[in-house]
Nanobody, 123 residues
Framework: QVQLVESGGGLVQAGDSLSLSCAAS????????MAWFRQAPGKEREFVAV????????DYADSVKGRFTISRDNAKNTVYLQMNSLKPEDTAVYYC????????????????WGQGTQVTVSS
């Protein structure tokens, strides 16, 4: 079992930066691929970024590529999402998710989810 708790959301202006954290419980955190997804009101949950268990590979949605950076610290059981040059269209609830082993951009393949943290970007 893995429990995930996100933090770091808030209200910022367009062009600002924000850093999200996701703290995981469990001794085998380093065996899990970790991802960030987001869901805006009235829209489906969408992929944002993913990182493999070792941190050696990352992938991003085209909409955030070059602005967002995912990273992890296995010693601290934490995954991060650094968000720069934020836009109003980045406004959403951001969720972190964990999957044992292989990474994926499909939300249906993730077994564990946090409760989400709200990010609001004003224009």
């Amino acid at each position: 079992q893995v429990q995930l708790v996100e933090s770091g959301g808030g209200l910022v202006q367009a062009g600002d930066s924000l850093s999200l954290s996701c703290a995981a419980s469990g001794r085998t955190f380093s065996s899990y691929a970790m991802a960030w997804f987001r869901q805006a009101p009235g829209k489906e949950r969408e992929f944002v970024a993913v990182i493999t268990w070792s941190g050696s590979y990352t992938d991003y949605a085209d909409s955030v590529k070059g602005r967002f950076t995912i990273s992890r610290d296995n010693a601290k059981n934490t995954v991060y999402l650094q968000m720069n040059s934020l836009k109003p269209e980045d406004t959403a609830v951001y969720y972190c998710a964990a999957q044992y082993g292989r990474s994926s951009i499909r939300p249906g393949e993730y077994n564990y989810w946090g409760q989400g943290t709200q990010v609001t970007v004003s224009s």
